[in-house]
């Protein structure tokens, strides 16, 4: 029979303690990029605790498994680990932290912290329901999202299994606490990172006629390439050009062989990046030739990573969850974040969906931006995720296809009974 939210809501309370004590200890003993290995150790004491399968991917992946023994589909509930290379600030924007950083230089400044605690939560209560449901259950913990370093093995790990759709959540101070979005269509940008070496003929800055000067090489390709942007880029399909670092000479009388610049681009279309890329590649060789200069690409063309697209049915899908496990009040259209984030890859493989739990509140003083010393969170917010992930699976799961053990599509309704 269905199951009914009071019942999922009775867990979330049941576990609110271990969700939030989780954030706590995650947040006060954070672990940079591909160094998460106490994380590694308390997701994995969980996963033992429960009695779950798990295979490890990359350094401190780790992907576990719930399966019910009957036939259906297969759920990817995914969360990322890693900490930011920040000190952190033992205030939020008003008053002290609950929880500060004990690990010097080193902070959960984006909430990755509430994301593996909301999903060691939802792996609980999921585990409890283990009767009621059917099909498979993956619970995702990726290393180094910040980087984009854990993504790669994590879907070569996944490879095996026939997976039917993927779900993550992202804590965001760009809502109040409490206040949901899951949009359909792009909810957060793609990214392509270049940096750019202009090659010249450096020498002694009293002649600059006997040289080959990269620093105008460089000034006269910067100074161009807003120029494509208003003039080639597609109006209506925003793509962003942010320069964040130009280092070239030592000194002012000495001109430099080289001239290095570097910086991303955002964008939401996926076509539209690309056209820009090919777009900035011509402006810069172009540029560079007429100043007698060469350009040498570190990075250009590599996608890092694409939009976040939520497809309609999985967006509708959880829709639909917020309005029943916390009720409509709970759900708002978000803005499109230009943010990047590995959980595109997911979504371009399996599908899926990838929703924001907001964080902010004025009296509490959470609401500072992300990748922000005085950044922190309403811990209110996290058993409203995990009871959000709980009832997206739950829904996903139970709906009336799912495959037999030949891999064919049976149909029944939601909730029927179990053969």
């Not at 009695?51 to 009957?70: C, K, M, P, Q």
């Not at 009832?391 to 296809?401: G, I, M, R, V």
């Amino acid at each position: 029979m269905p199951i009914q939210q009071p019942f999922i809501q009775n867990k979330i309370q049941e576990y609110t303690d271990l969700i939030v004590s989780t954030r706590r200890y995650l947040h006060e003993h954070p672990e940079l990029s591909q160094r998460e290995f106490e994380t590694k150790k308390l997701v994995l004491s969980h996963v033992r605790q429960l009695g779950l399968s798990h295979i490890e991917a990359g350094t401190n992946s780790v992907i576990a498994t719930l399966d019910t023994g009957r036939p259906g589909k297969t759920l990817l509930l995914r969360a990322d680990m890693d900490a930011l290379p920040l000190q952190e600030a033992e205030e939020n924007l008003c008053q002290k932290k609950t929880a500060v950083s004990k690990n010097k230089g080193v902070c959960h400044a984006c909430g990755h912290d509430g994301h593996t605690a909301m999903l060691l939560g939802a792996m609980h209560v999921l585990c409890d329901l283990k009767e009621q449901l059917r099909g498979k259950i993956l619970f995702c913990f990726e290393e180094a999202e910040e980087t984009m370093a854990g993504i790669y093995p994590v879907m070569e790990a996944l490879e095996p299994y026939s997976i039917d759709g993927a779900w993550g959540m992202h804590l965001t101070a760009m809502h109040p606490a409490g206040k949901i979005s899951v949009n359909e269509g792009a909810v957060m940008a793609g990214a392509n990172r270049f940096e750019v070496v202009v090659h010249g003929k450096g020498g002694h800055g009293s002649r600059p006629d006997q040289l080959i000067s990269p620093v105008f090489g460089a000034a006269y390709i910067l100074s161009a390439l807003p120029n494509a942007w208003v003039n080639e880029i597609d109006v209506t399909k925003t793509v962003t050009l942010g320069i964040g670092l130009l280092q070239g000479g030592q000194q002012e009388n000495v001109i430099p062989d080289t001239v290095t610049f570097a910086g991303s681009m955002r964008y939401f279309d996926e076509q539209a990046g690309m056209e820009a890329v090919e777009a900035f590649q011509r402006i810069c060789e172009s540029t560079a030739r007429a100043h007698r200069c060469t350009v040498e690409y570190k990075s250009l063309r590599t996608q890092y990573p694409p939009p976040v697209i939520n497809d309609a049915a999985s967006a509708a899908r959880a829709q639909n969850a917020v309005k029943k496990i916390l009720g409509e009040e709970h759900l708002i259209q978000g803005e499109p974040w230009f943010g990047s984030e590995s959980m595109a890859l997911y979504l371009k493989k399996y599908g899926g969906a990838f929703a924001f739990v907001g964080i902010r509140n004025e009296q509490l003083g959470t609401g500072a931006v992300h990748h922000n010393e005085h950044f922190d969170i309403d811990e209110s917010v996290l058993p409203l995720g995990t009871a959000v992930t709980v009832q997206y699976a739950w829904d996903f799961l139970n709906e009336h296809e799912w495959r037999d053990c030949d891999g064919n599509t049976v149909s029944s309704g939601q909730g029927a009974g179990y053969p």
